[in-house]
């Protein structure tokens, strides 16, 4: 057996789409450049990233339904594109959303006929199946047509599918998408239990209080490449130096975000709605004391509670994502 | 596996409002449609023929439509990306469905000549009953075969509807389905031959008529349908490969 679960180098992925009949446009999206990783085995491995970053892309490359256009990747040792049932024996795969689902037949067949693909043993079919309904609290409905069922009772049924066969390697695509807390959390429980009991998983999610706590390590992914990589604690790192102001706003205009963002000492600043109001969060060098100056910004917007805070994974994340959209911006407007 | 498959499709594809609505409708129309035909042609005595003719047409379409939707619909469910994930040559994933897609067809050319009795009181009496209780399944065993290869090309393509709907009437017309084949055109002959529907759909009426003996066509129509499942099985782990790297298995 191969000591990583999952190896990945330079990985690659070029999408090329045509588009319109009469005057064919052909459209390339370079959605992974250079993606390198190793993930040991029953290590549970965080892909976080902004929308569009790859991610899926990375995983689709790496669970065998997608080739790369250039580089190499290898599960247990056994590569992706040469060894193709070798690798999908070992994986499980399970994407958000209630997609990929039979929603005619109901959960206990949808089961069976991916128990009956999935190579798992007829005697032992049933038992498996019982234990999974049961694993995913689906057991009283598995008798129901899935058309009827929650979206958190697919993606609950999703995941007992990607179990099914016992995989040594889990990749999991925003897998809590639409699961309520409690159900999330229980869903977090699972998982953490799978990896504890030597399951590898791949997880993207874009809860950051997730991947911060299931996670061992943790890739940040944007325009296709791996940004920074590293345990959680680490990552927070690359907001050291720098201390969080959270205003809570009723009516912060764009006009006004941008005269904060200029302020001295300030970082990032970005407004969020919470209901009624808006939560303004403003990193700033911690060495400066930017609060003055931005409420003076804010002159003339109602108030409520200000906090200063240490920085959380978070605020690490977004200071990361910022860095590569600060860089990305000028060759864009070199390419237009 | 295949039969675990096969039927769950089936259940999976009988359940759906619009199968429904299509397979409680169209036998009707196509049992109207042989009577008025022949009896236009002033051949009373051959309406039975024309039922079962009827009734191939609808296993056919079934097939048709089934390999290319079915494999379409899977696209739109997400299902395709996973049943591709199976540790097994995607030729034996397919296979069930499109045997399912004949396994409802059947159906088809049940209903049709239950209304051809029903409405226009075209006697059931077939000439072999035991010929044509076999011939029927291996016909639609055979189109379930044919089918695969069909399917290949659509788990390639996004848009092959626009194939479907392009083959469904020649394909009816070619093998002699509704017309007798000698009434076509002389360059159809050859492509006749080699379609398995055109032997299948000979064998169900042979039976049906005892026009012939069943058997020697039945064979035909299994061993060109054993060649298309070899040609379609080696098509498919192609296509795969090929639907992997153009990105075609999901939508997006
Ligand atoms: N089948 C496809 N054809 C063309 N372009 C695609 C295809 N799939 C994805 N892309 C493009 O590739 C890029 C990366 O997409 P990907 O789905 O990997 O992002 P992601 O990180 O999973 O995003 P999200 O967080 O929204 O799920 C995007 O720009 C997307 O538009
Ligand atoms: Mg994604």
């Known amino acids: 057996m191969s000591e990583h679960a999952i190896e990945a180098v330079g990985l690659r992925r070029t999408y090329r789409s045509r588009t319109g009949w009469l005057r064919p446009q052909r459209r390339e999206v370079e959605a992974v450049r250079g993606v390198d990783l190793t993930v040991g085995n029953g290590e549970l491995f965080g892909l976080l990233g902004p929308n569009g970053a790859g991610k899926t892309t990375t995983i689709k490359l790496l669970n065998t339904l997608l080739i790369p256009t250039a580089g190499e990747a290898r599960i247990c040792g056994f590569d992706v594109v040469r060894q193709t049932r070798e690798v999908r024996r070992r994986i499980g795969y399970v994407f958000g959303g209630d997609r990929g689902l039979y929603d005619r037949l109901s959960a206990r067949d949808n089961l069976r006929y991916f128990a009956e693909l999935y190579g798992v043993p007829g005697r032992e079919q049933k038992r498996r199946i019982a234990e999974l309904l049961d694993l995913v609290r689906l057991s009283g409905r598995e008798n129901d047509r899935v058309e009827g069922y929650s979206r958190g009772m697919r993606q609950r049924l999703h995941i007992a599918r990607g179990l099914l066969h016992r995989p040594r390697v889990l990749f999991l695509d925003e897998p809590s998408i639409g699961v309520d807390p409690v159900a999330a959390r229980e869903l977090r429980q699972t998982v953490a239990d799978l990896a504890a009991t030597g399951t590898t998983v791949l997880l993207t999610t874009h809860y950051m209080a997730e991947a911060d706590e299931l996670c061992g390590r943790i890739a940040v992914i944007a325009n296709g490449t791996i940004q920074a990589l590293g345990t959680p604690a680490e990552l927070r790192h690359h907001a050291d130096g720098r201390q969080v102001l959270e205003v809570e706003a009723y009516g912060v205009g764009d006009a006004q975000l941008a005269v904060i963002h200029a302020l001295p000492g300030v970082r990032e600043a970005s407004v969020v709605v919470t209901g009624a109001a808006q939560v303004l969060t403003v990193q700033s060098d911690a060495g400066v004391d930017v609060q003055a100056d931005v409420l003076r910004a804010l002159d003339g917007v109602r108030l409520g509670r200000v906090t200063a805070r240490q920085p959380t994974l978070e605020d690490a994340y977004v200071a990361i994502v910022n860095r590569v959209d600060a860089q990305a911006l000028p060759v864009e407007a070199v390419a237009v | ?252």
Not at chain 2, 104 to 127: D, E, H, K, Q, S
Not at chain 2, 215 to 229: D, H, M, Q, R, V
């Open chain 2, 1 to 252: 596996m295949i039969a675990v498959g096969a039927l769950l499709h089936a259940k999976q594809l009988s359940r759906s409002p619009f199968e429904i609505a299509t397979a409680l409708i169209v036998p009707v129309v196509q049992a109207t449609l042989a009577v008025y035909l022949f009896r236009a042609g002033g051949e009373p005595g051959r309406l039975l023929e024309a039922a079962v003719g009827a009734g191939l047409m609808g296993v056919w379409s079934s097939v048709l439509f089934g390999s290319g939707g079915a494999i379409q619909n899977q696209r739109w469910q997400g299902t395709l990306e996973m049943i591709m994930l199976a540790p097994r040559p995607p030729a034996l994933v397919v296979l069930p469905i499109t045997l399912a897609t004949a396994l409802t067809g059947t159906y088809a050319m049940v209903a049709t000549l239950a209304w051809g009795r029903l409405l226009y009181g075209i006697p059931l009496t077939f000439a072999h009953p035991l010929a044509f209780a076999v011939a029927v399944p291996g016909c639609i065993i055979g189109l379930g075969m044919f089918g695969l290869l069909l399917a290949s090309t659509f788990v390639l393509l996004r848009n092959a509807n626009a194939l479907t709907n392009t083959l469904e009437y020649p394909i009816w017309l070619v093998s002699g389905m509704l017309v007798p084949i000698t009434a076509l055109p002389g360059w159809t002959g050859p492509i006749a031959a080699v379609l398995p529907t055109t032997w299948g759909a000979r064998a169900v009426r042979e039976a049906a008529t005892g026009s012939g003996p069943t058997w020697p066509s039945l064979g035909i129509c299994l061993a060109i349908s054993l060649a298309c499942l070899a040609l379609g099985a080696i098509m498919m782990t192609h296509v795969e490969r090929r639907a992997r790297a153009a990105a075609t298995l999901a939508l997006a």
